[in-house]
């Protein structure tokens, strides 16, 4: 059985797919782009930053969301370098981890380099692929362009970064 969050999607989808096609022809001009962008929106929708957000709102944080695949050890992010993307795990896991302490261990729908992307510090931490992984990539110059429209994944964030200093206190 489809999930009705999935029937609501899919349904906001192919009814807005005669306008996206007017509005932006490349979205949708490939059978298998299109069942890209589908799975990219399926899954923001059920991601806590962006639940929030309208279908609309969700098709623009689609497009703008590159899909990356890392192999295992493979490093996503580096301590001390300087961080301009977000990334939101898609499927498989990374450790996080500062001067060899392991901070976390996150898989699907966590997302890494929240900081970075919003004060432009360097990152806080590496973070290192354990197995086979799939990552969604923000740029900060987009996101931020988001987030002026957006507000709500600005308070989303927030309590994403509340939660995570609280399992360290």
């Not at 993307?85 to 001067?99: A, H």
Request: aromatic share 6%.
């Amino acid at each position: 059985d489809i999930s009705p969050l999935l029937k609501f999607t899919f349904s906001e989808i192919l009814n807005e797919s005669e306008e996206l096609k007017k509005s932006d022809p490349s979205i949708i001009s490939k059978e298998a782009d299109m069942f890209s962008l589908i799975e990219k929106i399926v899954f923001l929708k059920e991601n806590t930053l962006f639940s929030e957000l309208n279908i609309n709102e969700i098709i623009h944080i689609a497009k703008i969301a590159r899909e990356i695949e890392y192999m295992p050890n493979n490093n996503v992010i580096k301590q001390g370098e300087k961080g301009d993307t977000l990334f939101i795990i898609i499927s498989g896991e990374v450790k996080v981890f500062s001067r060899n302490k392991v901070l976390a261990v996150l898989g699907p729908g966590n997302c890494i380099g929240e900081l970075s992307i919003i004060d432009e510090e360097p990152r806080s931490a590496d973070v290192v692929t354990t197995q086979k992984s799939r990552v969604l990539s923000i740029k900060r110059k987009d996101f931020l362009l988001t987030l002026k429209d957006n507000p709500a994944i600005s308070i989303n964030i927030m309590q994403v970064m509340a939660g995570r200093l609280r399992k360290l206190i």
